[in-house]
Structure formats: C-alpha cells, structure tokens
C-alpha cells in the first residue's frame, strides 16, 4: 500500500491543523493506521492510531482530547484533526499502515508502509 501525508504547516499555538493520509494500493480495511511524529533530536513517537475499521481507537496522553483521528473508507483516506495545538507538538508527522494485531500497533517497528511525513510547526 501507499501512502501519501499532507496538510501540514505553520500554525500560532491554540491553532488547529488537520492532517489527511490518503491509501492507494492493497485493500485499505486491511491495516491498522497509524500517526506518529518526530521532532528534531527525538526519537519517533506514537501520536494516535485507528483500527481498521475505525471503531477502535487510541491516543497517545499529551493529545488525548486534542486530536481526533478518523478515516473516511470511500476515500481510503485517514485524517488527524489536531486543535489547540502547542509548540511541543511541532515535529515531522507520519502516517503508517500496519497488518499486525491491534495489540502491537502502538510500536513503530510493526509498520510496514510509511508516508513521507509533513511538518507540522506550532509557533508560540
């Protein structure tokens, strides 16, 4: 599967940004999605993720409350609305496509494909 991230950019803090993955290739209600971001100096860390049919999901604590994350099937496309955004949210974000269990999906290392990554940078 491929995967395409965009909507990043520059946003005050308190803003809101919402970033879109759009999935082409193998049957996309076959993987758990991802996000994850990485800042500069930092290893990548995991944002939120969606089960793959979206009934299910998870958020890492510094953005439960702030981020959504959902997915529109028709569109085989996953979005993370991300509001009252912070400068300690500023990183490259990723999403990522993962055929292991739900159980494992919070690790980086059981994602397959990647997105490029959009900059997200929140000013203060």
């Known amino acids: 599967v491929q995967l395409q991230a965009s909507g990043g950019g520059l946003v005050q803090a308190g803003g809101s940004l919402k970033l879109s993955c759009e999935a082409s290739?193998?049957?996309?209600?076959?993987?758990?999605m991802g996000w994850f971001r990485q800042a500069p100096g930092k290893e990548r860390e995991f944002v939120a993720r969606?089960?793959?049919?979206?009934?299910?999901?998870d958020y890492t604590d510094s953005v439960k409350g702030r981020f959504t994350i959902s997915k529109d099937n028709a569109k085989n496309t996953d979005y993370l609305q991300m509001n009252n955004l912070k400068p300690e949210d500023t990183a490259v974000y990723y999403c990522?496509?993962?055929?292991?269990?739900?159980?494992?999906?919070?690790?980086?290392?059981?994602?397959?494909?990647w997105g490029q990554g959009t900059q997200v940078t929140v000013s203060s």
């Open positions: 290739g193998r049957t996309y209600n076959n993987y758990v």
């Open positions: 990522a496509a993962s055929s292991f269990v739900w159980s494992a999906t919070r690790d980086a290392s059981y994602y397959r494909y």
């Open positions: 969606s089960s793959r049919n979206g009934g299910t999901k």
